[in-house]
């Protein structure tokens, strides 16, 4: 399965030697194929952004920028995370050549993000998340994978390898989790 690791500043600090530490820290344990930086309250990230870039590319791992599809053209980014308010702006990532993907927390969201050409869509939350909406859980995940097949990363509350055992089984090609990476 794919595994798609995403930041949070509450984790990972803002500060760029730190980010690209933690990484080098996690990927020692884990197996990551895509890492997201997130930061949903930053206005700018470039700085930090150049160091996640590199430390990424250095561990062999797809580096994604959340929301600044822009920067991510500029600074050499595989890619690209939109949230669902953001979808109109996929085309314009695509013709960046970026890799997109796209956040859902249901089927039309998901369906949405389809249309637009997303290359794969995050569905959360699927188990209980602290701060989120109510879990989709796993026969929302099995019935959105069964819609749009090949496209879906389950996301949300997913701390356990038996967590991810039933991701796949409902369907889902990849897991994403701030969390899990961290144990």
């Given at each position: 399965?794919?595994?798609?690791l995403?930041?949070?500043?509450?984790?990972?600090?803002?500060?760029?030697?730190?980010?690209?530490?933690?990484?080098?820290?996690?990927?020692?344990?884990?197996?990551?194929?895509?890492?997201?930086?997130?930061?949903?309250?930053?206005?700018?990230?470039?700085?930090?952004?150049?160091?996640?870039?590199?430390?990424?590319?250095?561990?062999?791992?797809?580096?994604?920028?959340h929301?600044?599809?822009?920067?991510?053209?500029?600074?050499?980014?595989?890619?690209?995370?939109?949230?669902?308010?953001?979808?109109?702006?996929?085309?314009?990532?695509?013709?960046?050549?970026?890799?997109?993907?796209?956040?859902a927390?249901?089927?039309?969201?998901?369906?949405?993000?389809?249309?637009?050409?997303?290359?794969f869509?995050?569905v959360?939350?699927?188990?209980?998340?602290?701060?989120?909406?109510?879990?989709?859980?796993?026969?929302?995940?099995?019935?959105?994978?069964?819609?749009?097949?090949?496209?879906?990363?389950?996301?949300?509350?997913?701390?356990?390898?038996?967590?991810?055992?039933?991701?796949?089984?409902?369907?889902?090609?990849?897991?994403a989790?701030?969390?899990?990476?961290?144990?």
């Amino acid at each position: 399965m794919t595994a798609y690791l995403i930041t949070d500043p509450k984790f990972y600090t803002k500060d760029s030697d730190f980010i690209a530490a933690k990484l080098h820290e996690i990927s020692k344990k884990h197996k990551i194929d895509y890492a997201c930086l997130r930061d949903k309250a930053a206005k700018e990230c470039e700085k930090t952004a150049k160091a996640f870039i590199a430390a990424c590319n250095d561990l062999n791992i797809k580096p994604i920028l959340h929301t600044f599809w822009r920067q991510a053209a500029v600074l050499g980014a595989y890619g690209v995370h939109f949230a669902a308010n953001d979808f109109k702006n996929i085309p314009l990532a695509k013709a960046e050549n970026l890799f997109v993907i796209a956040s859902a927390h249901s089927l039309s969201e998901a369906e949405e993000a389809a249309f637009f050409l997303a290359d794969f869509v995050t569905v959360s939350p699927v188990f209980y998340t602290p701060n989120k909406n109510e879990p989709l859980g796993l026969e929302k995940l099995k019935e959105i994978t069964a819609k749009i097949p090949n496209k879906c990363i389950a996301l949300g509350g997913i701390l356990k390898e038996r967590q991810i055992q039933m991701c796949k089984e409902a369907g889902a090609v990849g897991y994403a989790s701030i969390r899990y990476f961290l144990q």
